[in-house]
C-alpha cells in the first residue's frame, strides 16, 4: 500500500507501527523500537496502559457519546478532578490542543468585551507554538506555521521571549492587552523553558493590567515536567490553562481550565462542541488522572529527567556541536549547532524513536513510565549517535 492518497501534510518515516506496550513499539516485521517520542508527549503513560485499556474497553460497552445537550456524569467527575488538582475552577472539554487554545482566545476576547474594549490584543511571544487553526496559527510564531496563511487572525502582539522588561513595555505600549499567552517550556519551539522567575513576573504583571494569564500546557501539562501542571513549579495560578496531548493518553481530549473573570467569561450558547467531553473521552481522562496519581509519574518523571540529563551532560556538553542541553523532568532538549538531516532515520536504524524541532533540537519527550533499564538503552542508543554528530566519539 501507498500513502498517495493521503494529503501530503506530513514527510513521514518509512515506518508502520502494528503493536504498542510501554515504551515500545513494534513494526510490520517485529522489529522492536525503544520510544522516546510518546506520540508526540501523548502517550505518557506508555503505549496501551493496562487501565486506560480496560476503562476503554468497559466503556464502549456502555455509552460512548449523547451530546452535551445533557448531563455527562464523568464530564463532570473530569472537571472537579482537573479543579481540585490544577486550582483552577471550571472546565471546558474538547478534542485538541488547538481546540483548547480557541476557548481560551474566545475567554479572553469576551473579557475584553467585559472591559469596553472593542479591538482587543493578546500578547504572546517569539518562538511559540499554539496549534494549526487559523486563530492558533495566528498567535504562533514560524514560517512552516504561518506561511501560506495570510490573511492572519488580528489582534495578537509578539514579544521577545522570556524577557519580562519586554512584556512590561508592551503592556505599557498597549493599553487594549486583555491576555497573555504563553507556554511554560516551549515544545515545537524547541524546548525552551521561561524562567520560574518569569511566570511569577508575568502573574503580577498580568494582575496589575486586568490582563488574563493563558498557558499552554498541551505539552508540559499532566505531569511530564515533574508536577501535574509546569506553572506549580513557579507557585503562581493562571487565569486559564489549556491541556491535551497527554490528557487521554492517545484517546482525542483537550481541556480549556479557567478560574475568576476567565471562568464567568461564557454563557450558555457562546462556545460548544459536538464531540467534546464525552463518555468515553472523561473516563479515559480520569483513568489517565488516577494512573499518574497512582504510579507518581510526575514525581517519577522529574527524577529520571535530572538523571538523564546528567547523563547527557557528562556524555556530549562539552562536545564542540553540542550548544546546550536543556529542559525539565521528561520533556528534554538537545540543540545541536548545524542541522544533522538523517538523525532521526539513523536512530530509527538503531531502533530508537526521537524527533527534531527546529532542524537542530533533539527533543526527546518519552513515556513517563520509562524503565531504569530503558532509559539505559535510550543513552545506549542515543548518544553514540549525538556524540558522532557533534564531532565526538562516546
Ligand atoms: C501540540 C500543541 C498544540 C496543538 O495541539 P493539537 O492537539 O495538535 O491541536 C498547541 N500548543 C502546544 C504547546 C502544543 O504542543
Not at 503592556?171 to 492587552?177: G, T
Not at 529520571?304 to 562536545?319: D, P
Request: charged share 20%; with cysteine.
Amino acid at each position: 500500500m501507498t500513502d498517495s492518497a493521503l494529503l501530503p501534510t506530513y514527510a513521514r518515516l518509512p515506518v508502520r507501527f502494528v503493536r504498542g506496550q510501554g515504551c515500545r513499539l513494534w513494526d510490520e516485521n517485529g522489529d522492536e523500537y525503544l520510544d522516546a517520542v510518546a506520540g508526540i508527549a501523548v502517550c505518557a503513560l506508555g503505549h496501551c496502559h493496562p487501565d486506560v485499556t480496560a476503562v476503554l474497553r468497559e466503556q464502549v460497552g456502555v455509552l460512548v457519546h449523547t451530546s452535551n445537550l445533557y448531563r455527562i456524569e464523568p464530564q463532570e467527575a473530569l472537571a472537579n478532578r482537573l479543579a481540585e488538582a490544577s486550582g483552577m475552577e471550571r472546565a471546558f472539554f474538547c478534542n485538541s490542543g488547538a481546540e483548547a487554545n480557541e476557548c481560551a482566545l474566545k475567554i479572553a476576547r469576551l473579557h475584553a468585551a467585559r472591559k469596553n474594549i472593542t479591538s482587543p490584543e493578546v500578547l504572546v511571544v517569539e518562538g511559540a507554538f499554539h496549534g494549526r487553526t487559523l486563530m492558533t496559527l495566528s498567535a504562533s510564531s514560524g514560517a512552516r506555521v504561518r506561511d501560506g496563511f495570510a490573511p492572519y487572525a488580528e489582534g495578537f502582539v509578539r514579544v521577545g521571549f522570556n524577557d519580562l522588561p519586554m512584556m512590561q513595555a508592551a503592556l505599557a505600549q498597549h493599553p487594549n492587552a486583555v491576555a497573555v499567552l504563553i507556554e511554560p517550556i516551549q515544545g515545537e519551539g524547541g524546548v525552551r523553558p521561561v524562567d520560574d522567575d518569569y511566570l511569577v513576573g508575568l502573574r503580577k504583571l498580568c494582575d496589575a493590567h486586568d490582563a488574563l494569564l493563558i498557558l499552554d500546557e498541551v505539552q508540559t501539562g499532566m505531569g511530564r515536567t515533574g508536577r501535574l501542571f509546569a506553572y506549580q513549579h513557579a507557585g503562581i495560578l493562571p487565569d486559564a490553562v489549556t491541556l491535551a496531548k497527554a490528557l487521554g493518553n492517545g484517546y482525542p481530549i483537550g481541556a480549556c481550565l479557567t478560574r475568576g473573570a476567565a471562568a464567568t467569561a461564557l454563557t450558555a450558547g457562546q462556545h460548544g462542541t459536538t464531540f467534546g467531553g464525552s463518555h468515553l473521552a472523561c473516563r479515559v481522562g480520569l483513568s489517565v488522572l488516577d494512573a499518574l496519581d497512582r504510579e507518581q509519574l510526575p514525581e517519577r518523571a522529574e527524577q529520571l529527567g535530572k538523571t538523564l540529563m546528567e547523563r547527557f551532560h557528562a556524555a556530549l556538553a562539552e562536545l564542540p556541536g553540542i550548544e546546550s542541553i536543556r529542559g525539565r523532568g521528561l520533556m528534554i532538549g538537545i540543540e545541536l549547532s548545524e542541522p544533522v538531516p538523517d538523525l532521526v532515520a539513523r536512530a530509527l536504524q538503531a531502533r530508537l524513536l526521537i524527533n527534531v524541532t527546529q532542524e537542530r533540537v533533539i527533543r526527546l519527550l518519552p513515556p513517563l513510565v520509562m524503565s531504569d533499564e530503558e532509559a539505559d538503552l535510550l543513552c545506549e542508543r542515543l548518544i553514540p549517535l549525538l556524540a558522532e554528530a557533534a564531532g565526538g566519539t562516546a
